[in-house]
Protein backbone atom coordinates (compact mmCIF):
# COMPACT_ATOMS: atom_id res chain seq x y z
CA UNK A 1 0.00 0.00 0.00
CA UNK A 2 1.51 3.77 -0.86
CA UNK A 3 2.36 5.96 1.50
CA UNK A 4 2.84 9.58 0.29
CA UNK A 5 4.67 11.42 3.46
CA UNK A 6 5.12 15.74 3.26
CA UNK A 7 7.59 17.44 5.47
CA UNK A 8 4.85 20.01 5.26
CA UNK A 9 2.75 22.59 6.97
CA UNK A 10 -1.01 20.61 6.55
CA UNK A 11 -2.79 23.74 5.42
CA UNK A 12 -1.13 24.40 2.26
CA UNK A 13 0.00 20.90 1.39
CA UNK A 14 -3.84 19.49 1.58
CA UNK A 15 -4.71 21.61 -1.21
CA UNK A 16 -2.99 19.31 -2.96
CA UNK A 17 -5.19 16.30 -1.99
CA UNK A 18 -8.07 15.39 -4.10
CA UNK A 19 -12.06 16.54 -2.85
CA UNK A 20 -14.05 13.10 -1.85
CA UNK A 21 -10.76 11.13 -2.32
CA UNK A 22 -10.22 10.29 1.81
CA UNK A 23 -11.72 7.09 4.11
CA UNK A 24 -10.58 8.14 7.54
CA UNK A 25 -9.08 12.11 8.71
CA UNK A 26 -7.12 10.89 12.27
CA UNK A 27 -5.93 14.59 13.35
CA UNK A 28 -4.02 14.91 16.10
CA UNK A 29 -3.05 18.79 16.03
CA UNK A 30 -1.52 20.53 18.92
CA UNK A 31 -3.28 21.05 21.74
CA UNK A 32 -3.38 24.72 22.23
CA UNK A 33 -1.15 24.35 25.55
CA UNK A 34 1.97 25.57 24.80
CA UNK A 35 3.54 21.81 23.90
CA UNK A 36 7.21 22.04 22.19
CA UNK A 37 7.20 20.69 19.09
CA UNK A 38 10.44 22.10 17.89
CA UNK A 39 8.38 25.11 16.14
CA UNK A 40 6.01 27.74 17.08
CA UNK A 41 2.44 25.60 16.17
CA UNK A 42 1.83 25.13 19.96
CA UNK A 43 1.75 29.31 20.82
CA UNK A 44 -1.19 30.10 19.51
CA UNK A 45 -3.26 32.01 22.29
CA UNK A 46 -7.26 30.66 22.73
CA UNK A 47 -8.70 33.07 19.86
CA UNK A 48 -5.90 32.44 17.51
CA UNK A 49 -5.75 28.39 18.47
CA UNK A 50 -9.63 28.40 17.53
CA UNK A 51 -9.42 30.45 14.65
CA UNK A 52 -6.64 27.93 13.47
CA UNK A 53 -8.55 24.65 14.32
CA UNK A 54 -11.36 26.56 11.93
CA UNK A 55 -9.09 26.70 8.77
CA UNK A 56 -7.54 23.14 8.74
CA UNK A 57 -11.20 21.85 9.49
CA UNK A 58 -12.28 23.39 7.40
CA UNK A 59 -9.29 22.37 4.60
CA UNK A 60 -9.67 18.66 5.83
CA UNK A 61 -13.46 17.90 5.49
CA UNK A 62 -14.21 18.47 1.56
CA UNK A 63 -11.33 15.83 1.25
CA UNK A 64 -13.60 12.96 3.09
CA UNK A 65 -15.42 10.68 0.82
CA UNK A 66 -20.00 10.62 1.23
CA UNK A 67 -19.20 7.77 3.77
CA UNK A 68 -16.17 8.91 5.47
CA UNK A 69 -15.20 9.41 9.19
CA UNK A 70 -13.02 12.03 10.76
CA UNK A 71 -11.40 11.81 14.37
CA UNK A 72 -9.70 14.77 16.40
CA UNK A 73 -7.48 14.73 19.40
CA UNK A 74 -8.51 17.35 21.90
CA UNK A 75 -8.66 17.92 25.67
CA UNK A 76 -11.25 19.78 27.82
CA UNK A 77 -9.38 22.88 27.20
CA UNK A 78 -10.46 23.40 23.86
CA UNK A 79 -12.56 20.44 22.89
CA UNK A 80 -15.94 22.32 22.96
CA UNK A 81 -15.33 25.19 20.83
CA UNK A 82 -13.54 22.34 18.76
CA UNK A 83 -16.51 20.38 18.79
CA UNK A 84 -18.75 22.93 18.10
CA UNK A 85 -17.08 24.16 14.93
CA UNK A 86 -17.09 20.03 12.96
CA UNK A 87 -20.64 19.95 14.26
CA UNK A 88 -21.57 22.44 11.30
CA UNK A 89 -19.56 20.69 8.78
CA UNK A 90 -20.32 16.97 10.09
CA UNK A 91 -22.44 14.70 12.48
CA UNK A 92 -20.91 14.04 15.47
CA UNK A 93 -21.01 9.87 16.87
CA UNK A 94 -19.30 10.07 19.68
CA UNK A 95 -16.77 11.65 22.33
CA UNK A 96 -14.44 9.21 23.12
CA UNK A 97 -12.18 9.61 26.27
CA UNK A 98 -8.93 8.24 26.20
CA UNK A 99 -8.12 7.34 29.72
CA UNK A 100 -3.99 7.95 29.85
CA UNK A 101 -3.86 5.34 32.40
CA UNK A 102 -1.70 7.91 34.57
CA UNK A 103 -0.51 6.08 37.60
CA UNK A 104 -1.64 7.76 40.98
CA UNK A 105 0.96 10.18 42.00
CA UNK A 106 1.85 13.51 42.04
CA UNK A 107 -0.58 16.03 39.85
CA UNK A 108 -2.27 18.64 40.62
CA UNK A 109 -3.15 19.41 44.79
CA UNK A 110 -5.66 22.31 43.87
CA UNK A 111 -8.01 20.70 41.50
CA UNK A 112 -8.69 17.31 40.29
CA UNK A 113 -5.48 15.72 37.96
CA UNK A 114 -6.68 15.83 34.29
CA UNK A 115 -5.94 12.15 33.00
CA UNK A 116 -7.75 12.03 29.82
CA UNK A 117 -7.69 13.23 26.07
CA UNK A 118 -11.21 14.11 24.24
CA UNK A 119 -11.28 12.67 21.20
CA UNK A 120 -14.41 13.75 18.72
CA UNK A 121 -15.85 11.02 15.81
CA UNK A 122 -17.24 12.47 13.59
CA UNK A 123 -18.84 11.45 10.30
CA UNK A 124 -19.74 12.76 6.82
CA UNK A 125 -22.99 10.96 6.43
CA UNK A 126 -25.41 8.67 8.22
CA UNK A 127 -23.90 6.38 5.63
CA UNK A 128 -20.98 5.87 7.02
CA UNK A 129 -18.27 2.94 7.04
CA UNK A 130 -17.65 0.72 10.39
CA UNK A 131 -16.43 -2.33 10.49
CA UNK A 132 -17.27 -3.31 14.65
CA UNK A 133 -16.46 -6.60 13.84
CA UNK A 134 -12.48 -5.51 12.90
CA UNK A 135 -12.53 -3.86 16.54
CA UNK A 136 -14.63 -6.14 18.62
CA UNK A 137 -12.45 -6.91 22.03
CA UNK A 138 -12.15 -10.74 23.08
CA UNK A 139 -13.99 -11.61 26.36
CA UNK A 140 -11.49 -12.28 28.93
CA UNK A 141 -11.58 -16.42 30.57
CA UNK A 142 -13.31 -15.18 33.51
CA UNK A 143 -16.15 -13.81 31.63
CA UNK A 144 -16.52 -16.66 29.28
CA UNK A 145 -16.18 -19.21 33.32
CA UNK A 146 -19.15 -17.21 33.88
CA UNK A 147 -21.50 -17.39 31.00
CA UNK A 148 -20.98 -21.58 30.44
CA UNK A 149 -24.64 -21.66 31.28
CA UNK A 150 -26.84 -23.68 29.04
CA UNK A 151 -28.54 -20.29 27.97
CA UNK A 152 -25.07 -18.66 26.88
CA UNK A 153 -23.84 -21.76 25.07
CA UNK A 154 -23.03 -21.52 21.06
CA UNK A 155 -23.64 -17.43 21.51
CA UNK A 156 -22.07 -15.99 18.80
CA UNK A 157 -21.27 -12.64 20.99
CA UNK A 158 -19.51 -14.42 23.49
CA UNK A 159 -16.72 -15.87 20.84
CA UNK A 160 -16.49 -12.95 18.96
CA UNK A 161 -16.00 -10.62 21.85
CA UNK A 162 -17.75 -7.16 22.38
CA UNK A 163 -17.68 -4.06 20.80
CA UNK A 164 -15.51 -0.95 22.40
CA UNK A 165 -17.32 1.48 24.67
CA UNK A 166 -16.72 4.95 24.22
CA UNK A 167 -14.46 5.08 27.49
CA UNK A 168 -10.44 3.62 26.09
CA UNK A 169 -8.85 2.64 28.56
CA UNK A 170 -4.69 2.50 27.47
CA UNK A 171 -1.52 3.47 28.98
CA UNK A 172 0.37 6.00 27.91
CA UNK A 173 3.90 5.42 26.10
CA UNK A 174 5.97 5.75 29.04
CA UNK A 175 9.88 6.31 27.85
CA UNK A 176 10.91 2.94 28.37
CA UNK A 177 7.41 1.65 25.93
CA UNK A 178 8.55 -0.29 23.05
CA UNK A 179 6.77 1.74 20.61
CA UNK A 180 7.98 5.33 22.07
CA UNK A 181 9.83 7.62 19.89
CA UNK A 182 10.97 10.62 20.74
CA UNK A 183 8.05 12.86 20.29
CA UNK A 184 6.48 14.52 23.60
CA UNK A 185 2.63 13.70 23.09
CA UNK A 186 3.21 10.20 20.75
CA UNK A 187 0.18 8.27 20.76
CA UNK A 188 0.11 4.29 21.49
CA UNK A 189 -0.55 2.45 18.43
CA UNK A 190 -3.16 0.20 19.93
CA UNK A 191 -5.82 3.84 19.60
CA UNK A 192 -4.98 4.67 16.45
CA UNK A 193 -5.03 0.94 14.59
CA UNK A 194 -9.20 0.85 16.66
CA UNK A 195 -9.43 3.83 14.10
CA UNK A 196 -8.38 2.75 11.06
CA UNK A 197 -9.69 -0.71 11.21
CA UNK A 198 -13.34 0.29 12.56
CA UNK A 199 -13.44 3.60 10.05
CA UNK A 200 -11.33 2.84 6.67
CA UNK A 201 -12.07 -0.07 4.44
CA UNK A 202 -9.23 -2.85 3.80
CA UNK A 203 -7.57 -0.16 0.54
CA UNK A 204 -8.60 2.94 1.69
CA UNK A 205 -6.97 6.12 2.21
CA UNK A 206 -5.99 7.81 5.79
CA UNK A 207 -5.22 11.76 5.81
CA UNK A 208 -3.12 12.71 8.60
CA UNK A 209 -2.56 16.40 8.77
CA UNK A 210 -0.05 16.80 12.11
CA UNK A 211 1.68 13.32 11.67
CA UNK A 212 3.97 13.68 14.56
CA UNK A 213 5.88 10.24 14.82
CA UNK A 214 3.71 8.75 12.29
CA UNK A 215 1.50 6.32 14.74
CA UNK A 216 -1.15 6.75 11.89
CA UNK A 217 0.93 5.81 9.00
CA UNK A 218 2.22 3.05 11.02
CA UNK A 219 -0.95 1.77 11.52
CA UNK A 220 -1.96 2.60 7.95
CA UNK A 221 0.91 0.24 6.58
CA UNK A 222 0.39 -2.61 8.77
CA UNK A 223 -3.36 -2.68 8.01
CA UNK A 224 -3.24 -2.44 4.14
CA UNK A 225 -4.54 1.06 3.99
CA UNK A 226 -2.79 3.74 1.92
CA UNK A 227 -1.91 6.71 3.73
CA UNK A 228 -1.25 10.83 3.15
CA UNK A 229 0.46 12.98 5.40
CA UNK A 230 1.91 15.93 6.40
CA UNK A 231 4.26 16.80 9.35
CA UNK A 232 5.95 20.39 9.96
CA UNK A 233 9.31 19.83 11.79
CA UNK A 234 11.80 17.42 10.17
CA UNK A 235 13.25 15.61 13.14
CA UNK A 236 9.78 13.95 13.83
CA UNK A 237 9.44 13.38 9.83
CA UNK A 238 12.65 11.51 9.90
CA UNK A 239 10.91 9.51 12.68
CA UNK A 240 8.00 8.69 10.19
CA UNK A 241 10.08 7.85 7.56
CA UNK A 242 12.26 5.27 9.39
CA UNK A 243 9.04 3.61 11.31
CA UNK A 244 6.56 3.49 7.76
CA UNK A 245 9.77 2.15 5.96
CA UNK A 246 10.40 -0.07 9.21
CA UNK A 247 6.62 -1.15 9.19
CA UNK A 248 6.37 -1.79 5.11
CA UNK A 249 10.36 -3.68 5.33
CA UNK A 250 9.57 -6.63 7.54
CA UNK A 251 10.25 -5.64 10.87
CA UNK A 252 6.30 -6.01 12.02
CA UNK A 253 5.85 -8.56 9.19
CA UNK A 254 5.95 -8.49 5.50
CA UNK A 255 9.09 -7.26 3.12
CA UNK A 256 8.20 -5.31 0.19
CA UNK A 257 9.72 -2.91 -2.13
CA UNK A 258 9.92 0.05 0.20
CA UNK A 259 10.72 2.67 -2.62
CA UNK A 260 7.64 1.46 -4.83
CA UNK A 261 5.19 1.92 -1.91
CA UNK A 262 6.80 5.08 0.09
CA UNK A 263 6.79 8.60 -1.59
CA UNK A 264 8.68 10.78 0.32
CA UNK A 265 8.68 14.52 -0.71
C1 LIG B 1 0.05 16.13 18.84
S1 LIG B 1 1.37 15.95 17.74
C2 LIG B 1 0.96 14.51 16.79
C3 LIG B 1 1.44 13.21 17.42
C4 LIG B 1 1.15 11.96 16.60
N1 LIG B 1 -0.25 11.64 16.59
C5 LIG B 1 1.95 10.77 17.10
O1 LIG B 1 1.36 9.74 17.48
O2 LIG B 1 3.17 10.88 17.13
C6 LIG B 1 1.11 17.27 16.63
C7 LIG B 1 2.18 17.42 15.56
O3 LIG B 1 1.72 18.37 14.58
C8 LIG B 1 2.86 19.04 14.06
N2 LIG B 1 2.33 20.26 13.42
C9 LIG B 1 1.94 21.41 14.03
N3 LIG B 1 1.44 22.28 13.13
C10 LIG B 1 1.50 21.67 11.93
C11 LIG B 1 1.12 22.04 10.60
N4 LIG B 1 0.58 23.24 10.36
N5 LIG B 1 1.30 21.15 9.60
C12 LIG B 1 1.87 19.94 9.84
N6 LIG B 1 2.28 19.53 11.07
C13 LIG B 1 2.08 20.38 12.10
C14 LIG B 1 3.76 19.23 15.26
O4 LIG B 1 5.11 19.45 14.88
C15 LIG B 1 3.53 17.91 16.03
O5 LIG B 1 4.53 16.96 15.72
Keep these: MSALL??????????????????????????????????????????????????????????????????VFLTWQHSPEVFSHLKTRLAMMNEIIWDRRVPSMGGSTRKFSSVHDNIGFFVKSRDYYFDVDAVRIPYDAETKKARTRSIFMGKKWLEVGYNPKDVWSVSRLHRQHGERENHPTQKPLEIVERMVLASCPPGGTVLDPF???????????????????????????????????????????????????????
Design 6 to 71: YNEDALTGIERVADSSVDLVIADPPYGLGKDYGNDSDRLGAREYLAWSRRWIDAVVPKLKANGSLY
Design 211 to 265: MGSGTSAVAAARNGRRFVGFELNPDYFAIVEKRVAETINGKHGGNQDVASLLSVT
